[in-house]
């Protein structure tokens, strides 16, 4: 009953925020929509009996999301403002993880003997990702299983390389955008704009 209830709130709110886009349909594109979706979906379904719990962790995610929490810790610590562009990748990198996980474990566990578990597909997930692939859990069905393995070492190796190049990019930056011309990217003491020279307001470290 709860995960009905909380399946209807979350659903109405994403349709308000749909609406309220400047195109509806384009906001669907958007990959946190798609977690969105799920999320919503996995609500519905376990109110129902089934158990998704290895969903869990999108849940989670969601209402961080839809809650700002993120936003929040910003606004409080001044080492989540540094890194902020860290955690969004490394947030996304995880997500992906779980995502696809999630569907290794629903099209693997009635045919795939060693896939028992959502431990299983998430082993499997993490070495296929990390192009390690050790041999000892292979996917079954000989197009489905090979599709989804690319697509799976395609995304994951592109989250990897973002999460890396938000860790190693030289000379640290925030996230702050300009009012003036909308440049995102500032040196951390910054005070005008290197684009447009217009006044910028960082928050510092004692803010």
Known sequence: MVDLL????LALEFLGRMLAHRHPMAYLDNGAALVDI?????LFVSA?????GF?????????LRSYNVLGQLKRRFAAVRRNEEVIHAALNLAVFVFMISAVVYVSQREIN??????IDALYFTVATLSTTGFG???LMGSTSGEVLSILMMLVGITLFLRLAQA??????????PCPQCG?????????HCKACGHVLNIPNDNE
């Open 48 to 52: 129902l009996g089934v158990n998704l």
């Open 6 to 9: 909380l399946g209807v709130l």
């Open 55 to 63: 969903l869990r962790i999108l849940r989670t995610v969601r209402l």
């Open 167 to 176: 860790v190693f990019r030289p000379g640290g930056k925030v996230l702050y």
């Open 136 to 138: 000892d859990v292979t």
């Open 38 to 42: 799920v999320v919503i979906a996995s």
């Open 183 to 191: 440049l995102q990217r500032h040196e951390l003491d910054a005070v």
């Open 113 to 118: 003997p060693k896939i028992a578990d959502f």
